[in-house]
């Protein structure tokens, strides 16, 4: 395959995958696109409750923190921490927020999903659900995430960042190139997969048995949309500190 084409190809991949649907869906018309409005739905209220609580746990800050300024503070720590163990501790800082914005919106939309009766909100056309539910929202982090490896890359290191791509010998550079492809690829449908199979496993199991038994698996379910979130948060910083310090 030419290597120039190959680019152009995966691109046509993510946009063929973007319209893989689970179900129907209600949409809106902006712009001439055709868009999922549950999802921007669910996702608006999911940056809603991030901002909201943000807002209020640190409007009135304290030197000695407690209640939610103090919770805030412990999230802020631990995103602080898993930055730096990824990216290294000089160079950490300026990608605690992309890193904090990707865990937290995973992780909140994951958990609104699992806890929140979206069901009792009826739309003309489907049904609300988590965000992460839907593919065009993880291969949108997914990218967000790759622009961010090669921004922090390219800043890095300018135009030697990309003699990577030639070693250990040009031998390897349409690996190399593949790399790159595969890697939001992984992310966005792992993210997906997994929130999908969890919800339709507990849709089914409510369906079949509807008291005490889908109990357990709905906590089961919390836990693993909390492990997702972490898993790609840990991978975007890992690509992020892997791009700044070079192929080795």
Known sequence: MDIVQFPINMLNYFYDISGVEVGQHFYWQIG???????????????????LGSATLAVRDPQIIPNGAQNFVEYVLEFVRDLARTQIGEEEYGPWVSFIGTMFLFIFVSNWAGALFPWGIIKLPHGE??????????????ALLTSVAYFYAGFTKRGLGYFGKYIQPTPILLPI????????????????????????????VLVSLVPLVVPIPVMFLGLFTSGIQALIFATLAAAYI??????HH
């Open 176 to 203: 190399n190139i593949l790399e790159d492809f595969t890697k939001p690829l992984s992310l966005s449908f792992r993210l997906f997969g997994n929130i999908l199979a969890d919800e339709l496993v507990v849709a």
């Open 241 to 246: 500190g892997e791009s700044m310090e070079g």
């Open 128 to 141: 609300l659900a988590a965000p992460t539910n839907d593919i065009n929202t993880t291969v949108a982090l």
């Open 32 to 50: 001439g696109f055709q868009v999922h409005a549950q999802v921007l739905i669910t996702s608006w209220i999911v940056i809603a409750v991030l």
